[in-house]
């Protein structure tokens, strides 16, 4: 063999060692790009459940706080209710005696004023969404309260007798609930 062959055949041996070194590299390449493809894919299905549970929480967060500036006067419309109960009761006393032969012109005065102010009160009740518990509907343990029990030929078992407290509610929220009294 030639010195020029011996050389050639070096220079073969080098070109393929070195191309070795080049196809190993390149696979050790792939493998890499296979392993940040997987790992991007992994880090954007992440991000992707990040950005959708934000989301959610943000829509939960804004359904809570439409709730509460809803609800905000709850409290102050319960306090109003005894106010209204007691109108209603001096209506109720006026009326009785004018019915007992007193057909006193103040007496007429005080009942129509009475009855202007509660109906000022029922119109801004309305108007802020608090209406009275229907009684008429039968018993509904959500919205009445059955404070006793009597005797009733007239009336069904569980069926409402009498109404002794009116209910109301606001939205769809009891403020309070009727007191009522049921057959037996």
């Given amino acids: 063999m030639s010195k020029k062959e011996q050389k050639k055949l070096e220079i073969d041996e080098e070109i393929n060692e070195e191309g070795n070194e080049v196809e190993d590299d390149c696979a050790s390449l792939e493998e890499k790009i296979e392993e940040l493809e997987e790992k991007n894919a992994e880090l954007e299905e992440k991000y992707l459940r990040a950005v959708a549970e934000f989301e959610n929480i943000k829509k939960r967060l804004e359904r809570e706080k439409m709730q509460a500036v809803s609800y905000a006067n709850e409290e102050f419309a319960r306090d109003l209710l005894s106010v209204v109960d007691s109108m209603d009761f ?9 019915e007992n032969g007193n057909d006193n012109e103040y007496v007429k005065k005080i009942e129509e004023g009475i009855a202007l102010t509660i109906e000022q009160f029922k119109k801004v009740m309305q108007k802020h969404g608090i209406e009275l518990i229907d009684t008429k509907e039968g018993f509904n343990p959500h919205f009445h309260d059955a404070v006793m029990q009597v005797e009733s030929d007239d009336h069904e078992e569980g069926e409402i007798v009498q109404l002794l407290q009116k209910g109301y509610k606001m939205k769809d929220r009891v403020l309070r609930p009727a007191m009522v009294s049921i057959a037996k």
């Fill in 90 to 98: 001096a209506a109720q006393s006026a009326e009785k005696i004018e």
